[in-house]
């Protein structure tokens, strides 16, 4: 999907937010705002701060929730798909050059570096969307929506580079997720 693609789908997101505060509708907002999540932190490569910024690829993007409580919907949506994209790229063919994080006036946060930025950047952007999606839908509208967005991520991690190995972590946590609500 393309860059553009993607922030239609944010825009149809906040959209959708903004139309109607029923939950089904807020529902389809977090879905959309995830399928642009998959491809948002891209948005760099058209912008002169380089490929793999840390301003795009980490939470900050998130930070709008703080501001735009109406909002949280799409937010929710956004983090579990930037987490995606973020879990995607800790698994580069190689992690050098253009695969590295770079910071604004810092350069590369080298090898190991990059790999605890990624991976750390998608563990809490998946949690706080997990915990936004469950604080902004009831229950019932928001399994089912975790559902789609599951969905989401299969199909974005089955298709992307890196997307296999950090397809086999999401389905052991969430597999350990089960196991240990079974066990409660």
Known sequence: MGLLA???WLIAAIMLANRSPRPWVQAVAVVCAG???TTLPDLDLLLPIGHRSGLTHSLLPLALALFATAWRPV???LAI???LHLA???FPNAMRGYATVKLPGLDSLGVAGSYAWLGVQA???TLAGVGLLAAALPLRFALPTAAALALVG???LFAT???WPALAIYAAFGWLAVRRGRSS
């Open 154 to 156: 299969i199909a974005y």
């Open 88 to 90: 995607a790229d800790t």
């Open 123 to 125: 563990i809490v952007a």
């Open 75 to 77: 937010m929710a949506g």
């Open 161 to 163: 580079d890196g997307g």
């Open 81 to 83: 798909g930037i987490g």
């Open 35 to 37: 399928i642009a999540g």
């Open 6 to 8: 993607s922030l239609l």
